[in-house]
């Protein structure tokens, strides 16, 4: 059983469309990471949300923490070609320093 | 750039074999961090080391062993190759506090014939 679970697994759009992908868990977080990462290369962080219901804004990309903090969204508006790639939630378990990331969504964004 | 490298960027080997993979943290950074991905587990956390020592330990098989020398650069020695040890590997570093902001490196990809 996976810690966090990300939704869709896969998906394709057209330029300029919306977009929101999830991450899921049983689990609460003192804090969540947003990854994304693009083929031949490693992950690079977008974004750390820590407090429940917190909402961040990054240029088209927005974050959300659930109120909960067990589950968070990531909304990107119009996207384009350059948002492809694999898109990972991560979080730390500071007890024991150890990161632990979704499986991902891939996300492909045609011209 | 993240500042963290890895080399080799590429290594094919055969089953059996032994190979050392080698990283460089961002100057500064006392965490190393090692990943391996695959299509079928994903990125998965292996071992973390803190200015030399072990730190944590993930999913790491006991044919896998890594070390931190003084200067802060890691190998992560992998033995006995399996065919299922073909994968991305990855390692991060972090600064010491403060943040939970770790730097990937740009991966080395196994290849196990």
């Known amino acids: 059983t996976q810690l966090l679970e990300q939704s869709p697994q896969f998906l394709s759009i057209q330029e300029g469309e919306n977009l929101t992908v999830y991450c899921n868990s049983s689990?609460?977080?003192?804090?969540l990471q947003w990854y994304r990462q693009e083929p031949g290369e490693g992950p690079v962080l977008l974004v750390t949300v820590v407090t429940g219901g917190e909402v961040k804004k990054l240029k088209r990309l927005t974050f959300q923490f659930g109120d909960a903090r067990k589950d968070s969204s990531l909304h990107i508006t119009a996207a384009q070609p350059g948002d492809t790639g694999l898109y990972l939630c991560?979080?730390?378990?500071?007890?024991?320093?150890?990161?632990?990331f979704g499986p991902g969504t891939s996300l492909s964004v045609i011209p | 750039d993240s500042g963290v490298t890895q080399t080799p960027k590429h290594l094919i080997t055969a089953t059996g074999q032994r190979v050392t993979l080698r990283c460089s943290p961002r100057s500064g950074d006392l965490s190393v961090y090692w990943y391996q991905q695959s299509l079928d587990q994903g990125l998965q956390f292996l071992i973390q080391y803190y200015n030399g020592e072990e730190r944590a330990k993930g999913n790491i098989l006991e044919r896998f062993s890594a070390q931190q020398f003084p200067d802060l650069h890691s190998e992560l020695n992998l033995s006995s190759l399996e065919l299922g040890d073909s994968a991305l590997y990855f390692c991060a570093s972090r600064t010491a506090h403060g943040t939970d902001t770790q730097y990937f490196g740009p991966g080395t990809r196994l290849t196990v014939l």
């Open positions: 991560a979080v730390m378990k500071t007890s024991y320093d150890k990161v632990i």
């Open positions: 689990s609460v977080f003192s804090s």
